[in-house]
């Protein structure tokens, strides 16, 4: 099993900006991508950033240029710089762990999320 701990959530004016920081625990070395996901109320829970353990990034669209994630192996620790805020970037935010395996299935761990929240 993997425990994820977020920290780094709050409020903030619109075009300020805050750090997220999410670090894993337990299960790491199976650990091939950690990530950001969001759920604003009503809405359904997207991807906001990704980063395998190589590297590789994947971002939303929506954040483009304004987010950027980052990821330390050796902490076990994913990071997502949010610059630019806008009151539409409001949500909850899930850090998540994917862990793969030879079958070629994964599994999903989730942090307990910390909530973002951006006023015009």
């Known amino acids: 099993q993997v425990q994820l701990v977020e920290s780094g959530g709050g409020l903030v004016q619109a075009g300020g900006s805050l750090r997220l920081s999410c670090t894993a625990s337990?299960?790491?070395?199976?650990?091939?991508?950690m990530g950001w996901y969001r759920q604003a109320p009503g809405k359904q829970r997207e991807l906001v950033a990704a980063?395998?353990?190589?590297?590789?990034?994947n971002d939303a669209d929506s954040v483009e240029g304004r987010f950027t994630i980052s990821r330390d192996n050796a902490k076990n620790a994913v990071y997502l710089q949010m610059n630019s805020l806008k009151p539409e970037d409001t949500a909850v935010y899930y850090c998540?762990?994917?862990?793969?395996?030879?079958?070629?299935?994964?599994?999903?761990?989730w942090g307990q999320g910390t909530q973002v929240t951006v006023s015009s």
């Open positions: 998540n762990a994917r862990l793969s395996y030879t079958s070629g299935s994964y599994y999903d761990y």
């Open positions: 337990g299960r790491t070395s199976s650990i091939a991508a």
């Open positions: 980063i395998s353990s190589g590297g590789r990034k």
